[in-house]
């Protein structure tokens, strides 16, 4: 119902935004992420999300369309409402999503408030393919057959540093695999390796 709405932001709280369009206040529950790009009296769009329920309406905004996406995948996860939704991408971007579920990091899934093992390794399970199949678009890892293996080991390295490994921590472990593997697989065993999965 509702793509978008851009006014002023006239107020922000805990996990809300109210953005003032045309003399109406709409609020939205937000994400910690959008909230660090807001600021009140400034002018801002907020991509949105309009949840029905018997019981209630609720509106939900993000800064980009990439975090809304992101919130709509995670939601269609059974288990996963719009409350853990925004846990979920208030503790990680889109992109730290995106290469956790297609790396089959679980234990990243889980630095959200309110998100056990079991619920990661359903999220997992349900959007790895999903998540796979966009994923070169997000990070640019090119073809894995016809890149060359030292190719496929920069690009793992290079999307590990998007989840917080730096480049010196995944050397040692990144360096005993065979760089002909696809970039997924080399990021999900150099995370096993790690003791992160």
Request: net charge neutral; with cysteine.
């Amino acid at each position: 119902m509702y793509y978008s709405l851009r006014g002023e932001i006239i107020h922000l709280g805990p996990g809300t935004a109210v953005v003032e369009c045309g003399g109406v206040g709409y609020r939205c529950q937000t994400t910690m992420n959008t909230q660090k790009r807001l600021s009140l009296g400034t002018e801002a769009r907020l991509f949105t999300y309009l949840s029905v329920r018997e019981d209630a309406m609720e509106l939900f905004g993000f800064y980009s369309e990439e975090e809304l996406g992101a919130f709509k995948s995670l939601i269609s996860v059974s288990g996963v409402g719009p409350k853990v939704g925004l846990a979920i991408l208030s503790a990680l971007t889109p992109q730290q999503i995106s290469l956790a579920i297609a790396s089959g990091d679980i234990k990243t899934i889980t630095l959200a408030q309110g998100v056990g093992k079991k619920l990661a390794q359903r999220i997992v399970l349900e959007l790895k393919d999903k998540f796979n199949a966009g994923i070169s678009a997000s990070v640019d890892f090119g073809q894995p057959v016809a890149a060359a293996p030292s190719g496929n080991i920069a690009k793992a390295t290079e999307a590990l540093s998007v989840l917080g490994y730096s480049a010196s921590d995944v050397a040692p472990f990144i360096s005993t695999l065979d760089g002909s593997l696809p970039v997924e697989k080399l990021i999900g065993e150099t995370l096993k390796l790690m003791g992160r999965k």
